[in-house]
Nanobody, 117 residues
């Protein structure tokens, strides 16, 4: 069974930087596609960034060039570096994992990010 635990959220001023980290517990980490989603109250959860089992990246358009996702297969972590944060990036951020052949989607509990002066 996969468990995901996020850390690193908080309050930051516009233009600032935050790094989110997610620790994966379970088997076969290298076979999982990993990523980050975000959600604001009243909206659906939406994809921010993914890094697949083969190292390919996918980003939501509004974060391209500002956010960078990476994985450490030895430490079983996935990290989201968020630069030049803007108020519209304020949301709860969720770690996501799914086996490369599909199936159950796994979620962390979320970590809040607030961008405000």
């Amino acid at each position: 069974q996969v468990q995901l635990v996020e850390s690193g959220g908080g309050l930051v001023q516009p233009g600032g930087t935050l790094n989110l980290s997610c620790t994966f517990s379970g088997s076969n980490f290298r076979s999982y596609d990993l990523g980050w989603y975000r959600q604001v109250p009243g909206d659906e959860r939406s994809m921010v960034a993914k890094i697949l089992h083969d190292g390919m990246y996918r980003y939501e358009t509004s974060v391209e060039g500002r956010f960078f996702v990476s994985r450490d297969n030895a430490r079983r972590t996935v990290t989201l570096q968020m630069n030049n944060l803007q108020p519209e990036d304020t949301a709860a951020y969720y770690c996501w994992a799914r086996h490369r052949i599909g199936g159950v989607e796994n979620w962390g509990r979320g970590t809040p990010v607030t961008v405000s002066s």
